[in-house]
C-alpha cells in the first residue's frame, strides 16, 4: 500500500498527500447552535502560526498521525466563547476541483457502509441514486435519520466507512472512522452537481461549556487493495476502541424463526429436551426470543404463556446442559406499556413530544426511545439485568438498539447521542459481569464496539427467499428476507473477529412453516457457515426431519476461518465467498442471485488440482457448473499430490481446509493417516487421491469404515464414527 501523509494547511485547507497523483485539498467545518440560537455553520479559514484554525467562537486543532501507510486525522476542539456552544457537527469537505477521483461518477465505484446491524451494504456505482423507504417506520429503524445528510437526492451516505475506486485494476482508497466514543462518523459523495465527498461527525447537539475541549473522533485515510484495506481499518478500530472477541463463536439455539411472538414456555423446554438428545450438535445456548413480555418495556412482567416464570424454565435449560439466553430491547419502550406510561420523563423528547422509533406491526404498537442520559433510566437498566442473570440467563440478545442514538433533548446536554448510548451499554455490562455473551442486534456499529462479544450484521434471515412488496415499501432497507441477509453477511466479512464474531443469523433448515426452496436452504447453510460466525438453529427442533438434521450438522460447529469475496467492490451482490485454508487448499461459495440456473465456470487455479461439490459429494469433473435459482456450489479445491491424500469429505463444510479433518501419508507402513475432531457429523465419505496404480487395501480396512467405490487414480470410504477419530488407510503400492 502506498504511504498517505499530511503535508499541512495552506490557503485554509487541510492538504493530503498519498490520495492520487496531486495533494487533496480538505476544507474543515463546524457546526454549531449558541444556547437556544440559531444552528451556525462556520468553515475554519484562519490559520495561525501555532498551527490552529481560530474564529470568533472556536479553535480547531487538527492532529495528524501516520500509522504505517495509513494517515489517522483527529483534532481538539475548544470553546473560546463565554457561552455554551451546542456542538451540532465537524465535517472535512474534498470538491473533485481538488480530488481527480471524484470527478467523473459513472467511473467510480463506492463501498457504501450501512449504518447498523440491518442497513444493507454493498459496492454500489458511483453515479448511482439513494433509495429512502416509503414508510418512515423502515426509515427509523435501519438509518440515521438524524443525518444532514438524509433525504437527499444529490448523493450516497455511507455509515462509518467507505471505499472509492476508480477502475478495477486502480487501488482503492479508503476513509473510515476508527473511533465512535462522542461524534458519529458518516461519509457523504456527492455525485450531482459539483461532485464532493463529506467526512462528518455528528455530535447531535452536545453541549460544549466555555473554555470546554473536545478531543475528536480519528479519521483513517489509506490506499490500497480493497480487502488489505478493510482489514487494516478493522485492526485499528479493534485496537482504538477496546474490541471484545470471544475464543470461538457459538452455537445455539433461538425460538424466533419458528415460533415468532406466539412462543411459549411449552416450546422452549420441548426443543431443549431434543438438543440434550442430540449432543453432536454442539449447541450451548437455549435462547429465549421476543414474545413472553406483555408490552415492550415490560421485561420483567411476563405474560399469561410463561405465568410459570423465568425462573424455572432456566433451570429445565441449565438441568439440560445448555446456558439459557433471553432477547429484550431495553433502549426503547411501547405506547402500550408500563414503563412508557409511568416514566415519561425518562424517554428522549424533542419540543416535548417522546422521540419516535418505529411502529412494530408484530407489537401493533409504537415506540418511543429511553434518554440513556437519565441517572434514573440507567439505574432500571442495572437493575433489569441484575434480575435477568439473578434468574439464570448467561446469555443477552439485546435488540433495537439504534434507539439509543436518536437526536433529541436529554437529560444531560453535555452528553452527545454517542457518549449516552455508550453509557447505557457499559450499564448493561457492568450489571451481566464480564463473562456472561452480549449480543447486539439493531445496533449503530461503530459506537458499540468494545461492548458487545458478537454482532449481528445483518438483516434477519426470515424463512422467505424475497418479498417484492416489503422490497417496495421499505426501499434502499434491511427488511427480513434471506436473500439480502445473504449478501450483508458476505460484505462485512471483515468485521468477524476483529471487532466482535459476527452473527450472521439463524439457521433454518425445516420443511415445514418456510417457502425456501431445498436450493435456497443449501444457500443458506454454505454463506453461513462459510462466515465463520455464530451458527444458531431456530426451528422446531422436534418436528424436523432426521435428513434436514444431518443438513444443519454439516456446517457445526462454526470454523476458525473467515469467508471473503473474492472481488469487494466489482459486485452489488457478491459472486462468491472464499475460504483460504491449509497447503493451497480453499472452499469457493458461487452463488446465484437469479430468478434462473446460470453456468458459472470454475476459478482460475495456478498449478493442477481437483475441485469437489461438498452438498453431492463428488468430485467436479467439467471445466463449468450449473447452479439453481437462488442456489450455491461449495466447491472445495485441492492441489495435486504426489502421494495418497483426501481431497475431499462430506462431514463438514470447513473441516477440510481449516485443519479440523486432517491427513498425512506414513511411508513406513504404507498409510494414509486421517484424523477428525470437532464436527457434527458422525457418518460421512472421504474421497481419497491415489497415484496411478496405487489402491486402497480393501482388506485391511478400520472398523466403521467401508469402502464406497475404488477406481484408477481415486477411492472413495464410508466412515461411521463420532468425532474425534483418527484412523490408517493401508495402501498398496504397484
Not at 439513494?130 to 435501519?142: G, R
Not at 478493522?234 to 476502541?241: D, Q
Not at 464496539?449 to 426470515?462: E, I, L, N, T, Y
Request: some cysteine; glycine content about 10%.
Amino acid at each position: 500500500m502506498s504511504s498517505v501523509t499530511s503535508l499541512g494547511v495552506q490557503q485554509g485547507c487541510l492538504r493530503v498527500q498519498g490520495l492520487g497523483r496531486e495533494p487533496v485539498a480538505w476544507r474543515v467545518i463546524v457546526e454549531t447552535r449558541a444556547d437556544g440560537g440559531a444552528q451556525r455553520c462556520e468553515p475554519l479559514r484562519n490559520l495561525e502560526s501555532d498551527g490552529c484554525f481560530r474564529s470568533e467562537l472556536l479553535e480547531l486543532q487538527l492532529l495528524p498521525r501516520q500509522d504505517g501507510p495509513a494517515l489517522e486525522l483527529g483534532w481538539r476542539l475548544t470553546n473560546r466563547s463565554a457561552q455554551p456552544l451546542a456542538l451540532v457537527g465537524v465535517t472535512l469537505e474534498a470538491s473533485a476541483e481538488a480530488w481527480p477521483l471524484l470527478r467523473d461518477p459513472s467511473r467510480l465505484r463506492l463501498f457504501q457502509h450501512g449504518y447498523q446491524s440491518w442497513t444493507p451494504s454493498a459496492s454500489l456505482r458511483g453515479d448511482g441514486s439513494p433509495s429512502y423507504p416509503l414508510l418512515s417506520s423502515f426509515a427509523l429503524m435501519n438509518h440515521f435519520v438524524d443525518s444532514p445528510f438524509w433525504g437527499r437526492k444529490d448523493g450516497l451516505i455511507s455509515s462509518l466507512l467507505t471505499l472509492l475506486q476508480g477502475e478495477p485494476d486502480e487501488r482503492a482508497v479508503l476513509l473510515g472512522f476508527t473511533t465512535q466514543r462522542v461524534g458519529l462518523g458518516e461519509l457523504f459523495y456527492r455525485n450531482k452537481g459539483q461532485p464532493a465527498l463529506l467526512a462528518r461527525l455528528d455530535y447531535g447537539g452536545k453541549l460544549l461549556g466555555p473554555g470546554e475541549r473536545l478531543e475528536g473522533e480519528w479519521l483513517r485515510l489509506e490506499r490500497g487493495t480493497s480487502d488489505g484495506l478493510l482489514q487494516a481499518w478493522a485492526a485499528a478500530t479493534a485496537s482504538a476502541m477496546g474490541a471484545r472477541v470471544p475464543p470461538s463463536s457459538p452455537v445455539g439455539w433461538c425460538s424466533w424463526y419458528e415460533y415468532y411472538t406466539r412462543v411459549k414456555a411449552e416450546d422452549l423446554q420441548s426443543n431443549t429436551d431434543f438438543l440434550a438428545e442430540h449432543p453432536e450438535l454442539g449447541v450451548a445456548f437455549v435462547q429465549l426470543d421476543d414474545g413472553y413480555q406483555p408490552h415492550v418495556g415490560d421485561w420483567l412482567a411476563l405474560n399469561d404463556k410463561f405465568a410459570g416464570g423465568l425462573d424455572g424454565l432456566t433451570r429445565h435449560i441449565r438441568d439440560r446442559g445448555f446456558k439459557a439466553g433471553i432477547w429484550t430491547a431495553p433502549f426503547f419502550a411501547s405506547a402500550g406499556s408500563s414503563l412508557y406510561a409511568e416514566h415519561r420523563e425518562w424517554f428522549l423528547h424533542d419540543g416535548g413530544r417522546p422521540v419516535a422509533t418505529g411502529f412494530n406491526p408484530e407489537w401493533r404498537a409504537r415506540t418511543f426511545g429511553l434518554d440513556l442520559s437519565h441517572p434514573e433510566v440507567l439505574s432500571w437498566l442495572r437493575e433489569l439485568f441484575l434480575g435477568l442473570v439473578e434468574r439464570g440467563f448467561d446469555y443477552h440478545k439485546i435488540d433495537f438498539l439504534f434507539a439509543g442514538l436518536r437526536h433529541g433533548q436529554r437529560y444531560d446536554p453535555s452528553l452527545s447521542p454517542v457518549e449516552a448510548y455508550r453509557l447505557g451499554l457499559a450499564t448493561i455490562r457492568d450489571a451481566i459481569g464480564p463473562d456472561r455473551f452480549l449480543l447486539g442486534c439493531g445496533a449503530p456499529i461503530g459506537a458499540s464496539v468494545g461492548a458487545v462479544d458478537g454482532m449481528r450484521v445483518s438483516q434477519d434471515v426470515k424463512e422467505q427467499w424475497d418479498s417484492r412488496l416489503v422490497a417496495w415499501l421499505g426501499k434502499g432497507c434491511g427488511y427480513p428476507a434471506a436473500r439480502g441477509a445473504l449478501r450483508t453477511n458476505m460484505t462485512r466479512w471483515f468485521m468477524h473477529r476483529a471487532l466482535w464474531v459476527n452473527d450472521p443469523d439463524c439457521l433454518l433448515v425445516r420443511e415445514h412453516n418456510t417457502s425456501l426452496t431445498a436450493a435456497e436452504t443449501q444457500t443458506l447453510l454454505s454463506v453461513l457457515g462459510a462466515t465463520g460466525g455464530m451458527l444458531f438453529l431456530s426451528d422446531d427442533m422436534p418436528r424436523v426431519s432426521a435428513e434436514r438434521l444431518d443438513l444443519a450438522a454439516a456446517v457445526l460447529p462454526p470454523s476458525v476461518l473467515v469467508g471473503r469475496p473474492s472481488c469487494t467492490m466489482s459486485e452489488s451482490y457478491p459472486q462468491d465467498m472464499v475460504v483460504l485454508g491449509e497447503r493451497g487448499q480453499r472452499l469457493v461459495v458461487l452463488v446465484n442471485w437469479l430468478d434462473h440456473p446460470v453456468q458459472r465456470s470454475l476459478p482460475m487455479e495456478a498449478g493442477e488440482g481437483t475441485w469437489f461439490d461438498f452438498w453431492a459429494g463428488a468430485l467436479v469433473q467439467a471445466d463449468a457448473v450449473e447452479i439453481p435459482p437462488h442456489g450455491a456450489l461449495a466447491l472445495r479445491y485441492a492441489p495435486r499430490a504426489q502421494e495418497p491424500c483426501v481431497i475431499g469429505d462430506t462431514f463438514n463444510l470447513m473441516a477440510g481446509v481449516d485443519g479440523r479433518l486432517r491427513c498425512s501419508f506414513d511411508q513406513a507402513t504404507d498409510s494414509l493417516v486421517v484424523s477428525c475432531r470437532d464436527v457434527a457429523r458422525s457418518a460421512g465419505d472421504l474421497l481419497v487421491s491415489l497415484p496411478e496404480g496405487w489402491r486402497l487395501d480393501s482388506g485391511a480396512l478400520p472398523d466403521g469404515v467401508a469402502l464406497r467405490d475404488q477406481r484408477p487414480g481415486a477411492a472413495s470410504v464410508e466412515i461411521r464414527r463420532p468425532a474425534p477419530w483418527s484412523l490408517a488407510l493401508r495402501v498398496c503400492r504397484p
